[in-house]
């Protein structure tokens, strides 16, 4: 814990915190600059070099941190004095150096093959330089052949994934029966047997959520001596830290001050608070979540009833604003669909998933030996729910749902839908540097299933649009594919299987909330789809021109959370 107007938690001995923190530190890229940060890093070598351990004087500094100490002799203060009744952990130079250092580098020197901040290794650059010139051979010499070929290759894509989403409705539906059983019937864990918890929330320009989401973590049920809250700011949002230090916040509540440093990312900011916290299980929430009071409690009894390769539990996410307009609705029917039937129905197959952005409860230990988050990936928790495979952890699905505020904006949606597609191929292209590896480690079954899920949905969201363009051009007799081809007739198929699979799943998922009048927005879900397509081209230029940048979605635009926080 961070000592600074907080409270202290005394660790167990000064040489078990020595080896957990140099633990942290171990293999912490220096990437030839004499240990100084540079403004944007060479991130195409392979031969980063790593020091052996964290130098000796921020290893004594986080001690100190953690077990309310003095700093090491003849250092600077670690923390400004705070203007409020939370501590303000303005970070020492040295030390925060040393941790925007991790942040950026850690799992880039640990394993680089697994970070994004390649866009591509050698190996696909030379697969992807002979297909594109075969390609260009075959569209020179068989047009329309090629053409065939990969628009068919492509319907079979979107076949398979609307497949995924029929196969998992009456999976869904009854594994939402027996888990929402189970985990109610949990036992309660006496307080004292409970682990630390730490709760992490990364910000940026959230003045006007922030007050919303402390009035949520102050409903959550746990002991006040066992929880600790990081409020991650980025030094620059100078309006947000002005909003929490006039807030009045007991001891649990540390501030976070993330210096600048590239890439100015989600999941770098969490790395660079990671060393500094200390608890045994750690969960991510965004700005605008509203938690159920007794989700760690509950996901805390979980962990301590599994093992240890149980390294994330997944709590359901969907909407508080969900009725507000067509936009919004049309995003709790696909999250309904995601949380509550697909992604559970996985979990329960036994294959890797894409963990969500938010309400992800890690096991510490599990998320540190893995090298943390790829702060070079936009949708981080998707990369780590199948680095954990990767690694041979597992990730679980509890019943419980933390309420978020949809987009009810379009350029705004489109923003942050861009940057998921785009941090999706970002994973799909780091798990796709070695295949038949990946394969061996999560089986045949996890191997297909990610292909749909992560390759599929990408290229669906490519395709979507072209197979309009083909009915156009299939009906017109004065082109080479005129209504003799058959192609209209299969294409119509395929789109209407899509259409029907996606609109029965949406229809089960609203109606598994409760939500009735959601019924009919779901015939309008195509619609939705062309405005993914649009979000899937800007991804890919984005991920050709700007591959690490992060497209700031803006909440509190809500009129629903607006009229919670008045």
């Known amino acids: 814990m961070l000592p600074a107007g907080g409270k202290p938690r005394q660790a167990e001995s000064d040489h078990a915190n020595t080896q957990a923190i140099e633990g942290d530190f171990a293999h912490a890229a220096d990437p030839a600059t004499g240990g100084q940060l540079s403004e944007q890093p060479a ?65 880039l020197s640990r394993d680089a093959e697994s970070s994004a901040s390649l866009r591509i290794n050698e190996t696909q650059r030379h697969i992807f330089g002979c297909t594109s010139a075969l390609m260009l051979i075959a569209l020179a010499q068989w047009p329309g052949i090629l053409f065939l070929i990969l628009i068919f290759s492509a319907s079979l894509v979107f076949l398979a994934v609307a497949a995924l989403r029929l196969v998992s409705i009456p999976a869904g539906l009854k594994i939402h029966a027996q888990k929402k059983e189970a985990d109610t019937s949990i036992a309660p864990i006496p307080d004292d047997m409970l682990p630390v918890y730490t709760i992490m929330v990364p910000m940026f320009h959230e003045a006007r959520v922030l007050p919303r989401l402390i009035a949520s973590l102050e409903k959550i049920d746990y002991p006040k001596e066992k929880l600790e809250i990081f409020l991650l700011f980025e030094e620059e949002d100078h309006e947000t830290i002005r909003v929490c230090e006039q807030l009045v916040l007991d ?34 929430y965004d700005a605008e979540d509203d938690p159920p009071p007794d989700q760690i409690r509950k996901a805390a009894a979980l962990f301590l009833g599994s093992d240890e390769k149980l390294a994330c539990l997944q709590a359901r996410l969907n909407f508080f604003n969900w009725h507000e307009n067509w936009l919004t609705r049309q995003f709790a029917i696909e999250y309904g669909v995601l949380y509550d039937l697909l992604l559970p129905a996985l979990v329960s197959a036994d294959t890797p998933i894409p963990l969500g952005g938010t309400s992800t409860h890690f096991r510490t230990s599990a998320l540190r030996t893995i090298g943390a988050w790829d702060p070079y ?15 041979g952890y597992g990730c679980g699905f509890f019943h419980s749902t933390t309420l978020e505020e949809a987009n009810c904006e379009l350029p705004n949606w489109l923003r942050q839908r861009t940057r998921w597609l785009k941090g999706w191929m970002q994973t799909y292209l780091v798990r796709m540097r070695h295949p038949v590896t990946f394969c061996r480690t999560v089986g045949l079954r996890g191997f297909i299933v990610f292909q749909i899920m992560m390759g599929g949905l990408i290229i669906s969201s490519l395709v979507h649009p072209l197979f309009y363009l083909i009915l156009i051009l299939d009906s017109d007799s004065t082109l080479t594919l005129n209504p003799g081809s058959g192609l209209n007739f299969y294409f119509t198929f395929v789109l209407l299987f899509g259409y029907a699979a996606t609109i029965a799943a949406g229809m089960v998922a ?26 899937a081209y800007r991804a890919v230029l984005q991920l050709i021109t700007s591959p690490f940048h992060w497209e700031k979605t803006t909440h509190g635009l809500s009129r629903v959370s607006r009229e919670d926080s008045a």
Request: net charge negative.
């Open 377 to 391: 990936n936009v949708t981080e928790d998707a990369d780590l729910g199948y680095r954990f495979a990767a690694r």
């Open 251 to 284: 001891d649990r509540y540390h501030q976070i001050i993330i210096p600048p440093s590239y890439p100015q990312t989600k999941p770098k900011a969490c790395n660079y608070a990671l060393p500094l916290t200390s608890g045994d299980l750690l969960v991510v």
């Open 510 to 535: 609203a109606l598994m909330r409760g939500r009735v009048s959601l019924l009919l927005s779901c015939l309008t879900t195509p619609l939705c789809w062309l405005l993914i397509s649009v979000a």
């Open 43 to 107: 991130l195409y070598e392979s031969n980063i070099s790593a020091p052996a351990k964290a130098p000796d004087w921020l290893v004594s500094f986080v001690i100190s941190d953690r077990t309310g100490g003095s700093g090491k002799e003849g250092t600077t203060d670690s923390f400004l004095p705070a203007t409020s009744a939370m501590p303000s952990a303005h970070v020492a130079q040295g030390s925060s150096e040393a941790l925007t250092q991790l942040a950026c580098f850690d799992l």
